[in-house]
């Protein structure tokens, strides 16, 4: 039987993040042997990740990031069950890291930002399985997104609870900024008019069409009248089209016009737990 030392403990302690009485059994389990500790560690977190998952991960953590030249940012959404949990500067930590994993590595797909290394011995879906069994609350990746383009401006909104990230075709920072700003406070449900889904226009017509007819208006107009409110939809909803945050009397579309002609949006990306 090995000895084990309150610096051995404190050793794994500092390595994995879990309690100390769980350091101390998981060493005593293993032996002293340490990798073998954090692998029963690691176990022990699968079994209170597979005990936790009908659970809801509601409150986290959003992550927005662009690289060195701003030519790339991604989004990224670590949740757990509890605001406690959300606010504490571990978890936030752990998202931040997630969140550089996402930016080093930049995959297509959630999926294979899950499977990338989050470290030397983990993937981040093993880090994230991990953790559950640290905090003892369901932590789970529930967003990513990425994009490219000549300039990426990022913004975090109200304490990592939205994250924005506005993709522009010329290098813009205050005025990037600013749209970035603009997508959190406003939630755009497209970038232009173009965007827009089918089925939202569809739903938006057929909204507009009732509201004709329970104002009594004659049948023949009614089309006409819902393609109006369509077009208000348009400019309430869409990025470029929105009236600008920090002055109502122009667009977000006029106001990148007026700092530089050519200016444009040309994606955006919104992630927000609220």
Do not use: W
Not at 138 to 151: F, G, N, Q, R
Not at 178 to 189: G, L
Request: glycine share 6%.
């Amino acid at each position: 039987m090995a000895t084990i030392t309150a610096a051995d403990v404190n050793k794994l302690r500092k390595q994995t993040g879990a309690g100390m009485m769980d350091c101390k059994n998981a060493l005593v389990e293993a032996n002293g042997d340490f990798e073998n500790a954090i692998d029963i560690l690691r176990k022990k977190g699968q079994k209170v990740a597979a005990k936790r998952a009908d659970r809801d991960a509601t409150e986290g953590a959003v992550i927005a990031l662009t690289n060195a030249d701003n030519t790339k940012g991604i989004v990224v959404c670590v949740n757990c069950e509890t605001d406690f949990v959300a606010k504490n500067e571990g978890f936030v930590d752990l998202a931040k890291q997630i969140a550089d994993v996402a930016l080093n590595t930049f995959p297509a797909t959630i999926e294979e930002l899950k499977a990338q290394k989050f470290d030397d011995k983990l993937t981040v879906e093993e880090k994230l399985t991990e953790q559950t069994g640290v905090i003892g609350e369901k932590i789970d990746l529930s967003a990513y997104e990425s994009v490219e383009a000549p300039y990426i401006a990022s913004y975090i909104h109200m304490g990592n609870k939205i994250g924005t990230i506005v993709a522009l075709n010329d290098v813009a920072e205050d005025a990037g900024r600013d749209v970035a700003m603009q997508a959190a406070a406003m939630n755009p449900v497209a970038l232009d008019r173009d965007s827009v889904s089918q089925d939202i226009i569809e739903r938006e017509l057929e909204i507009g069409r009732d509201q004709a007819r329970q104002e009594g208006k004659p049948e023949e107009m009614v089309d006409k009248i819902a393609q109006g409110k369509l077009n208000k939809f348009y400019k309430e909803n869409t990025l470029v089209d929105q009236q600008f945050i920090k002055d109502g009397n122009m667009t977000v579309s006029s106001y990148l016009t007026s700092i530089k002609k050519g200016l444009k949006v040309v994606d955006f990306k919104r992630v927000s737990l609220v």
